[in-house]
């Protein structure tokens, strides 16, 4: 069984432009959440996907938009980077939207 | 609304049992987890306890929980220092869609 993976590791980005973050779901499930973990806090839901469709959104503005494919990984876009947005992105996969989630390693996002 | 609160900070000998600590304010929290975290990593799901439930216990983790106070805690007995890493508390409610709220993080410091 293949866990959640996250592509790519690490990125430096400019103040302003756009990042795409990228995660495979672990083999099974059809459920992905977002989650941005900032230095020393908690991680903060971003928004969840189910079967390609957005399925709640947490306190994000709406530069933080996402996609789900058909094999049900998932992509968050980041337009119009500012430095608050340097942060872990942690990517969560689940089945059916309930029970346990499982994490991926994250990316690390440095805005400069 | 929701908030999840942790001590910050517990420092054990190498052995000894560890406790952390966690209060919840939203009491329809239906699953409430334990996720542990190493530097640079993701959240490793360590265990869960569901809300009706009042301890669980899994090899060297035993979860607490009170739901009359709201508090959550976690036990690991026999501490090694690979334990050292930041323990999460999270909830759960399961309405609709599943995200998780967490809490700061405790980090457990277990000296040899």
């Known amino acids: 069984e293949t866990g959640v993976t996250q592509s790519p590791t690490h990125l430096i980005k400019t103040r302003g432009q756009q990042v795409t973050l990228r995660c495979s779901s672990q083999s099974g499930h059809n459920t992905v959440s977002w989650y941005q973990q900032a230095l020393g806090q908690g991680p903060q839901f971003i928004f969840q996907?189910?079967?390609?469709?957005?399925?709640g959104r947490g306190n994000f503005p709406p530069r933080f938009s996402g996609l789900q494919f058909p094999n049900y990984s998932s992509e968050l876009n980041v337009n119009a980077l500012e430095l608050d947005d340097s942060a872990l992105y942690l990517c969560?996969?689940?089945?059916?939207?309930?029970?346990?989630?499982?994490f991926g390693p994250g990316t690390r996002l440095t805005v400069t | 609304g929701e908030d999840v609160e942790q001590s910050l900070f517990l420092s054990v000998r190498e052995g000894d049992s560890s406790v952390i600590n966690c209060t919840y304010t939203d009491s329809s929290s239906t699953y409430l987890y334990w996720y542990k975290q190493e530097p640079g990593a993701g959240l490793q799901l360590l265990t869960y306890i569901f809300s009706n439930m009042d301890m669980k216990q899994d090899q060297r983790l035993t979860v607490l929980l009170n739901k009359k106070d709201k508090h959550l805690s976690l036990r690991i007995a026999d501490t090694q220092t690979g334990d050292s890493a930041i323990y999460f508390c999270?909830?759960?409610?399961?309405?609709?869609?599943?995200?998780?709220?967490f809490g700061k993080g405790t980090m457990l410091l277990v000296s040899p």
């Open positions: 996907y189910y079967r390609e469709e957005e399925n």
């Open positions: 969560a996969s689940n089945r059916d939207r309930g029970g346990e989630q499982y």
């Open positions: 999270a909830e759960s409610m399961n309405s609709g869609y599943s995200t998780l709220t």
